[in-house]
C-alpha cells in the first residue's frame, strides 16, 4: 500500500508539540527522530543499556519528525493548514528549528525499514521490556517481554505517552482485573496488560489496519487466551465493562467522552488515560471531574500527561 510521508525538521523542544499537531491532523502514526534520545554510550544507564552507541552516527542533524497519511485528495489543503501551524509555531518559539516541511510517497516496506534503523529493545517500566521482532535481546530474571511488530498502527512503545500507560497499568493491575484498551493501535498496552497480569483484556480500534496489526500482535506474544481485539466504537458497539480502562489517544477524545465512558467502568473502577500535551491537561482534567471522576494521580514526561482517575 502506498503512503504519504510528511517529514518536519525542528528540535528537540519542538519536537512533541508537532507530532501531536500531525496526530491531530489525521496522520496514522509518527515517529521521532532525535539525535538526543541516544545518551552518551561512556555512561550506559537503565534502559540505555540495550540501545546500540552506533546509531548516534547514523542520525540526521536537525530532529525529524516523521508521519504518514493515506492518499487523499484533501491532503494537499491539509498540508497548506499545517504549513500555517508551523509558521505560527515558528514564530511563537525561537527555538523550534526551522519547521520546514517535505514529503514524499512511501510503501508499507520503506516504512518499516524506517522503524527497524532506529527501533530498539528497551524497558517501558520496571521489568517490562518492548522488543521489536527484528532484533535480540537477552532478558534478566524477572523481565518480561512484549515482542512487536507496529506495522502502520500508531504504538511502538518509545512515545512518553505510552511508557506513562505502561507504568500505571503495572501500579493499578494487582492480577485477575478485567481491561479495556480504548484505540488499541499496535495492541502494546493490551499485551502489556495482559502480561502484567490482567484476567482479560478488550482491545478495540476504529481503524482495520490498526486491528489486524494488534491480532498480530497479540497472537505473536501468546496472550491471544487473554485478550480480544475488535473493530469498532467503544461508545456505540459495545456494551462490555471493565474494573480498568486505558485510553492513549487525544485530549479532544478523551474530554467528549468521559461522562460515557463512565457507563462501561465498575463502580471503582479505574481510567488511566494518556495522549495529552502539556498545556491541555487542566482542560482535561476538569473535564474529566465533571465526568465524576476522581482524579488520583498525575503524570508529566515531556510536553505530555497522563492521568489516572477513579470511578
Not at 66 to 94: K, N, S
Not at 206 to 219: G, K, L, M, S
Request: glycine residues 10%; negative net charge.
Amino acid at each position: 500500500m502506498e503512503w504519504i510521508e510528511l517529514i518536519v525538521h525542528t528540535t528537540t523542544a519542538g519536537s512533541d508539540e508537532v507530532s501531536s499537531l500531525l496526530m491531530d491532523g489525521g496522520a496514522s502514526g509518527t515517529m521521532i527522530e532525535d539525535r538526543a534520545d541516544i545518551p552518551d554510550p561512556s555512561k550506559p544507564h537503565g534502559i540505555w543499556e540495550i540501545i546500540d552507541p552506533k546509531l548516534l552516527d547514523q542520525m540526521p542533524e536537525d530532529v525529524l519528525v516523521h508521519a504518514w497519511f493515506q492518499p487523499d485528495p484533501g491532503l494537499p489543503a491539509l498540508m497548506d493548514r499545517f504549513r500555517l501551524e508551523l509558521e505560527a509555531l515558528r514564530a511563537a518559539h525561537e527555538d523550534y528549528g526551522a519547521l520546514s516541511l517535505e514529503d514524499r510517497s512511501v510503501d508499507d516496506g520503506s516504512w518499516k525499514e524506517v522503524w527497524k534503523k532506529y527501533y530498539k529493545p528497551f524497558y517501558a517500566c520496571d521489568h517490562l521490556v518492548v522488543k521489536p521482532t527484528w532484533e535480540e535481546f537477552t532478558p534478566a530474571e524477572g523481565d518480561r517481554i512484549i515482542e512487536l511488530d507496529p506495522g502502520m498502527a500508531f504504538g511502538s512503545g518509545t512515545h512518553e505517552t505510552t511508557g506513562m500507560c505502561l507504568t500505571l497499568l503495572q501500579e493499578c493491575i494487582q492480577g485477575g482485573e478485567s481491561v479495556i484498551d480504548v484505540g488499541t493501535g499496535s495492541g502494546i498496552l493490551a499485551i502489556g496488560a495482559a502480561l502484567l497480569g490482567a484476567g482479560s483484556v478488550l482491545a478495540i480500534d476504529i481503524d482495520p489496519d490498526a486491528v489486524r496489526v494488534a491480532r498480530e500482535n497479540v497472537a505473536h506474544n501468546g496472550v491471544d487466551r487473554t485478550v480480544t481485539v475488535q473493530q469498532g466504537d467503544l461508545l456505540r458497539q459495545v456494551s462490555a465493562s471493565c474494573e480498568i480502562c486505558v485510553a492513549n489517544i487525544i485530549s479532544d477524545i478523551i474530554i467528549s467522552f468521559a461522562r460515557p465512558l463512565r457507563d462501561h467502568i465498575r463502580e471503582n473502577g479505574l481510567f488511566i488515560c494518556s495522549g495529552i500535551v502539556r498545556d491541555r491537561g487542566p482542560e482535561v482534567r476538569a473535564a474529566l471531574l465533571e465526568a465524576g471522576f476522581t482524579v488520583l494521580k498525575e503524570e508529566h514526561r515531556g510536553e505530555w500527561v497522563a492521568f489516572l482517575n477513579r470511578r
